[in-house]
Structure formats: structure tokens, C-alpha cells
């Protein structure tokens, strides 16, 4: 157990060393984002009866820093060390492939959590939020990191070099992300974009985790949950398996 | 007297990158308390076989233990038992000298390790840098870093690749006279390098690789001796050297012939030859070989195997 807390508290330490850079900037990223899209689209969207646009939008770019900054963390923490050689610290020890998953995982789960409660801590000025339900607040914030803590190791573990990597968060999460409905509810797209936001797995992170300060969702929180936790059990086996074959990261 | 487990066991290791075989079978074991010695020339599978010991590549076949301790089906009680000094230069520049030390104890499970990093500290000259942070420190530190993290949770076993590769002269007796010390205390050396008198003077054992294969195995004593023969440099008027010792040489220039010979005894027979062909010996040298001699004859020689390696 204490080589499991080592190998976390190291990778917390690692982001939180540099904070201004790996949580300050994200908070302020969503913040710049509040600021032009909730000015811009005020009054003309109304996604929800009685919710304003701005309000609609805080959830989701708290969610979207969540996501963003979990996989990140785990992500490049494993590729940098790949690139630097420094791997090897965490390789000669006797830590366990559940130790070494979990360890990068919470600590990954940690940095997401963090940019996320801060983005709504600098929110709450600007936007007036209710929150109805916390406990589905903070399961779809665990779910969700949880996610995209599995795949920063995922992605970290394959790639080699910094543009591996790079693609992997370019084309595969940002796009993901953007067409979850951070920005709008999906009932406001034509049918067939519906049908396409119900097969990207990250809608259903930021419906529910939406669903937990509105009380309303596009779908059931249930159902968003049951999707989103048998994605993270498939991707967790998945992350387990590779890092006892040594994916990578012993030939 | 019951026989202690050994420190190091390889038996028939097979490492297959695709096509390359980076190793062909090698059996090894190392003694506990040996300061054994690794040689080889580049690619020829050295840290290859540091890794499958470490776990940081698997083998394609065969088995390694460490302490006994399989390095795979018990890779846990393995990698407490060793402490690797990797070849390259790594570090985290996240972290000062004394948290990288204390975070690799914590990996190892120990906590409270206070007292042993700050003596690792203090003999491998880093006090003072305890509190800098890795990016600060020049390469001969960062060096000095790797063995503290190594040794962080005092493995009985120890694994130096090529620890002295671009270290000052200074640097490098203190570290020796820091793993000397550390051999004195019972634990089990094994170090690769390219300075063989290095080797030389320090290992009591050294096993040479060549292609994956292990082409010598023996004390030091006994390689140097078993190439036991001798040079003889001559310098000759005429500059002519006689017929009957042409398979004797070993090298010629414009200053005179080095010849090979099998022992001292031979030293009748050349100086008949010589006398018999009214050679005049202007100036006579005899020189020993040493490992490096020892080494390049290995390396050079086919197919020599641990049993049969030839006389110069």
C-alpha cells in the first residue's frame, strides 16, 4: 500500500508543483469561454425552461475541464516519462499493475476534480447556479474522471512521442468533448445529429452531471450513469490488462 | 555449511527482439557478495540482460532469479532484492535530490527512511545539493542521484550499467570507493563498463558477452592467466626478424616486432632463433597483457567459447 500512496502522491505532486499551469489555466480557459459564449448567446437560447444560457453552460464547462484535465494528467505524466527515460522508477519497483493503475488513476481523477470545482468556484460570481441534485453532481464528476483517467493512461502508455499523443487528444477527446453538448442541448439538433451525440459516450457524461444542478436532463441520469459505468468497468479491465502484459512499457 | 541461494541466476535466456536475437541462451549465476563484472562491447546484450533481471523486459524464454526469487512468477520479492543503476542519464525534473530519493524508498514500501537517505546523501557527496531540484544539478550529480535511488531501499543485490560512462576522474574514485565499500558490507556487485581497467581492478569475476552469447566466464585472475603468455617487443639490426619466428608476430612497425608467445618458456627459443639468424637485439621489452588484451582477443577469436578460449 505505501508504494500505491508513493506513486500517487508523486503524480499529485507532479500537477500540483506546477498548478498555475495545469490548473489555473484550465479555470481560466473555461472562464474566457463563459465570458464570450454566456455574452454573445444571452438571451437567445434558452436550452431549458427557465434556465438561462449562461447557467445552462456552467455545468458543462466544468464537466469539460473534468474530462480534459483528467486525461491529460495521467496522459502526459506517462508519455513524458516514456520520452525521458524516468519510467524507470516506476518499473524496477515491486508495485503491483493494480497499484500502478490506481495510483495514476486517482491522481488523475484528483487533477479533474480540482480544475473542475474551480471552475465553478470563479463561476458562481458571474452566473447564478442552482444545484438539485449534489450526489449525482459528484458521481457523474467521479464517472466521468474516472473515464478520462483511464484513457490518459491508455494513451499515455501508447504513445512514443509528444504528437502521438497530440492526435490522440486533437482528434479523438476535443472533438468528443465539443459534440457532447457542452455548449447546447442536443435537442436543439436535427434527429440525425441526435442519433450521433447518443453514441459518443461523453453526452451522456455531461447530460447527467448537468441533470445533477437542473433536475433535467436530455436523458435519464440512470440511464446516463449505467452507460458511463460500464464504460469505465470495460476501459479499467482493458487498462489492467495491458499494464500486466507490459503494453509498451516493458518489452 | 549449507549453500547460500545465489544472488544472480540466468539459466538459458533467450531475448528475441523480431528478427534480432539480443540474447542466445545465456546461463549465469553470480555468488552473493561477488563484485562480478559484465563486459562486452556494444550490442552485444549486456543491458539486455539487465533488463529481463529487472523486469524491464520479459524474456523470451528461460528463467532469471534474483535471491532465488524468480523475476517474473515472484517479480515482487525480486525487485526488493535489486537496485538498478540505469545506463542513461534519467531524472524527474519535478522533484528535488532529497523527494526523489524519498519517493523511490516510498515505491519500495518504506516509510520514515529518513535516516539511511540522509546517509546515502552524505557518501555520495550530495547534502548540500539535498534540497535542489534534479533539473539544477550537473550530470556527475544527476549520476550520483541514480545510485542513491538504487541503493534508496538498501537491495542486497546492486546492478551498475555502465555508471561511470562521462563521469570526471575525481567522481569516479569516490564512487568506486563508495561500492567498494558497499561489496565489503555484503552486497553483491555487478557492473558493466566500458573501462576495463576498471573491471580489472575491481571485479573478482567477469563474464564477457559477445552476440548474445557468453564467450568467457572466469575470475579475473584466471582470464588474465589463461591468456598467460607474454609480449616480447624487439627492436632488431637488420631491422629483419628471422624466419623462424615469423608465427610469432603479433604486430610490426618501422620501430621493430612484438611477438606472442605462449609463456616465459618460449623465451629460450627466441633467442636462439635470433642468435642463429645473427639478428643483433638493440632494445628488448617484455610486456604482460592485461584485460583489455584479454577482452580484444575474445572478441576477435570465432566461436570461442568459456571452455576453450586460446592462448594469445
Known amino acids: 500500500m505505501i508504494g500505491f500512496y508513493t506513486l500517487f502522491h508523486k503524480e499529485w505532486l507532479r500537477f500540483w508543483k506546477v498548478k498555475v499551469q495545469t490548473v489555473l489555466a484550465p479555470v481560466l480557459t473555461a472562464l474566457l469561454f463563459l465570458l464570450v459564449f454566456g455574452h454573445t448567446l444571452r438571451g437567445t437560447l434558452e436550452p431549458y425552461p427557465g434556465i438561462a444560457y449562461a447557467a445552462f453552460l456552467v455545468p458543462g464547462l466544468a464537466m469539460m475541464s473534468v474530462l480534459q484535465n483528467a486525461f491529460a494528467n495521467a496522459s502526459s505524466s506517462l508519455t513524458q516519462s516514456k520520452m525521458t527515460g524516468n519510467i524507470v522508477f516506476v518499473l524496477l519497483p515491486p508495485l503491483s499493475h493494480r497499484e500502478f493503475f490506481f495510483a495514476y488513476l486517482l491522481a488523475a481523477m484528483a487533477r479533474g476534480l480540482v480544475c473542475g470545482a474551480g471552475v465553478l468556484l470563479v463561476t458562481v460570481w458571474f452566473v447564478e447556479l442552482r444545484c438539485e441534485h449534489p450526489l449525482w453532481v459528484l458521481a457523474f464528476a467521479l464517472l466521468g474522471s474516472g473515464i478520462m483517467g483511464v484513457l490518459g493512461i491508455i494513451a499515455g502508455m501508447h504513445s512514443e512521442k509528444v504528437d502521438e499523443l497530440a492526435a490522440f487528444q486533437n482528434f479523438i477527446i476535443l472533438p468528443l468533448t465539443f459534440l457532447s453538448g457542452v455548449f447546447y442541448s442536443i435537442h436543439s439538433l436535427p434527429p440525425f445529429a441526435q442519433v450521433l451525440t447518443h453514441l459518443n459516450p461523453f453526452f451522456y457524461m455531461i447530460d447527467g452531471f448537468r441533470y445533477g444542478f437542473f433536475g433535467v436532463g436530455d436523458v435519464s441520469p440512470w440511464l446516463s450513469a449505467t452507460i458511463v459505468a460500464a464504460c469505465l468497468a470495460a476501459l479499467s479491465w482493458l487498462t489492467l490488462w495491458l499494464i500486466k502484459a507490459g503494453y509498451k512499457l516493458r518489452h | ?312
Not at chain 2, 543491458?47 to 512468477?73: E, F, N, P, Q, W
Open chain 2, 1 to 312: 555449511m549449507r549453500r547460500l541461494v545465489p544472488a544472480i541466476q540466468v539459466e538459458r535466456v533467450v531475448k528475441r527482439y523480431g528478427e534480432l536475437q539480443a540474447l542466445a541462451g545465456v546461463s549465469l549465476e553470480i555468488a552473493q557478495g561477488e563484485f562480478f563484472g559484465l563486459l562486452g562491447p556494444n550490442g552485444a546484450g549486456k543491458t539486455t540482460l539487465i533488463s529481463i533481471l529487472a523486469g524491464l523486459a520479459i524474456a523470451s524464454s528461460g528463467s532469471a532469479r534474483i535471491m532465488g526469487h524468480d523475476v517474473v512468477a515472484a517479480y515482487r520479492q525480486a525487485r526488493r532484492a535489486l537496485g538498478v543503476v540505469p545506463q542513461e542519464l534519467v531524472f524527474d525534473p519535478f522533484f528535488t535530490v532529497r523527494e526523489a530519493l524519498t519517493i523511490q524508498s516510498g515505491y519500495f514500501g518504506l516509510r520514515n527512511n529518513r535516516a539511511w537517505i540522509d546517509e546515502l546523501l552524505h557518501h555520495l557527496d550530495l547534502t548540500e545539493k539535498a534540497d535542489t531540484n534534479m533539473r539544477q544539478l550537473s550530470g556527475g550529480m544527476k549520476r550520483r542521484v541514480l545510485i542513491g535511488q538504487a541503493l534508496a531501499h538498501k537491495p542486497p543485490v546492486i546492478v551498475l550499467d555502465e555508471p561511470t560512462a562521462g563521469v570526471d576522474v575525481e567522481l569516479r574514485q569516490s564512487l568506486w570507493q563508495f561500492i567498494r565499500r558497499l561489496n565489503r558490507d555484503g552486497h553483491t556487485i555487478v557492473l558493466t563498463t566500458h573501462y576495463l581497467e576498471e573491471a580489472e581492478a575491481l571485479c573478482g569475476r567477469i563474464a564477457m558477452l559477445k552476440q548474445g552469447e557468453i564467450v568467457a566466464n572466469d575470475s579475473t585472475q584466471n582470464l588474465l592467466q589463461r591468456f598467460s603468455g607474454c609480449y616480447v617487443n624487439l627492436k632488431l639490426a637488420p631491422h629483419r626478424l628471422p624466419e623462424a619466428l615469423q608465427p610469432m608476430l603479433a604486430q610490426q612497425d618501422e620501430s621493430g616486432f612484438r611477438l606472442a608467445l605462449r609463456s616465459y618458456d618460449e623465451m629460450g627459443h627466441v633467442m636462439a632463433a635470433l642468435r642463429s639468424a645473427g639478428a643483433k637485439v638493440q632494445e628488448m621489452e617484455v610486456m604482460q597483457p592485461d584485460l583489455e588484451e584479454v577482452f580484444v582477443k575474445i572478441m576477435r577469436s570465432e566461436g570461442v567459447t568459456a571452455s576453450r578460449a586460446e592462448h594469445p
